[in-house]
Structures are given as C-alpha cells and as structure tokens.
T-cell receptor, first 115, second 114 residues
C-alpha cells in the first residue's frame, strides 16, 4: 500500500511570501501531523489534524496553519515567510484512534528554503 | 514539562562493534516510546516501539531497546553494526494522546567506521 506522500519535495520562496505544502496520508489513516526539522531546533511538533479538526497544537506562531480535508489529505500554510522558516517539513499519518493507533508513518518531507 | 534527552549528539563506532544510543525522558504519566532512524534527505523510519508489556523490545535491522521505568530511560542497542547503519537516530515519546503527537530528542548521529 502507498506510503505518506508529500508534495512538493523542494521549494524555494522569498521572504514575505506564503507557501502551501501538501500531504496525502496512508489510506485509512485519519490523523495527520506536521513537524518542522531544523539543525538548530531539531524536530518540533507543529499540529495534528484528525477528522478535519485540529486536535493538538505545538508552540508555533499563528503564521503556521493547516487544514484537513474529508479524504484526510492535509495542507500546511506558512504566511509571511521568514528566513528562519527554512526547514524540512515532515508529515506523518496514523490511524488516529483506538488501541491500534500505535505508530506514525512519515513522508519524505518538503525541503523549504526561504531566501 | 515533558522532554526527551539524547545524551550523545555523535557516536562513532567501528564496523561489527556493538553500540548503545542513550535516551532519557521526563514524564509523570505513562508514555509510548519510539526510536526512529533518518537517512540523508529522507523521512523517518520506525525502528521499534514500546507500548506496554515486556521491557525488552526488538525492532528491525537487529536493533533492540530496553525500557527502564525507574530510570526513565529507553536506550537503543545493536550487538554488531554495519556500514549501512550510518544515519541519524531519534528517540521520541508520545503521552498517549495518540501515536501522532510526538516529542523528539535532538538526535544522535551514528557513524560506522570501516
């Protein structure tokens, strides 16, 4: 079965612009989370969506937002980009509930460079 | 506050030697514990997980980890490493709000020397 798919793989944006990243979870998974990975801060949890609702949120400014569609696909948006937003953005999916929700599967990530 | 500490940022080891990557976490509640591996320009791949039950957990590629509740540790071990094990390793914890709300350690870069 297909894994977690993130598009695009690479992006270059200019400061002040906005960007939208996309994530298609594994079929049947209802939870999608986003993580930011940088050399300085490591891997940080951004937010989790479950059944089109934000269920958990990390400590990031409001410029970072997301949404989830009825087919569980998710998008993440960053507005007014700053140089410090350059990072690898990882999406992960899981079943989302119940005793079988014991593992998150990660996509290959989107490498965002802000210049 | 919850936190995950990986005590070693870099671990060099010779091929076929044993290795241990250390991980400690802080929590007053029950947790799920995970080890993930990341190869260059890739996402994260799950090596193993501890949910409950036996404290010794076996994973893929010959890795295993032991959960120690009294020491709040979850160290990763492999008795004999290969060149292909060179990668970044992350310890992560979930506070049972679900498997997809993970707090990660800062990572350990394992370099296997031929």
């Amino acid at each position: 079965k297909a894994g977690v798919t993130q598009t695009p793989r690479y992006l270059i944006k200019t400061r002040g612009q906005q960007v939208t990243l996309s994530c298609s979870p594994i079929s049947g998974h209802r939870s999608v989370s986003w993580y930011q990975q940088t050399p300085g801060q490591g891997l940080q949890f951004l937010f989790e969506y479950f059944s089109e609702t934000q269920r958990n949120k990390g400590n990031f400014p409001g410029r970072f937002s997301g949404r989830q569609f009825s087919n569980s696909r998710s998008e993440m948006n960053v507005s007014t980009l700053e140089l410090g937003d350059s990072a690898l953005y990882l999406c992960a999916s899981s079943l989302g509930q119940g005793r079988r929700d014991t593992e998150a599967f990660f996509g290959q990530g989107t490498r965002l460079t802000v210049v | 506050a919850q936190s995950v500490t990986q005590l070693d940022s870099q671990v060099p080891v010779f091929e076929e030697a044993p290795v241990e990557l250390r991980c400690n976490y802080s929590s007053s509640v029950s947790v799920y514990l995970f080890w993930y591996v990341q190869y260059p320009n890739q996402g994260l791949q799950l090596l193993l997980k501890y949910l409950s039950g036996s404290t010794l957990v076996k994973g893929i590629n010959g890795f295993e980890a032991e959960f120690n509740k009294s020491q709040t540790s979850f160290h990763l071990r492999k008795p004999s490493v290969h060149i292909s094990d060179t990668a970044e390793y992350f310890c992560a914890v979930s506070y049972q709000t679900g498997a997809n709300n993970l707090f990660f350690g800062t990572g350990t870069r394992l370099t296997v020397i031929p």
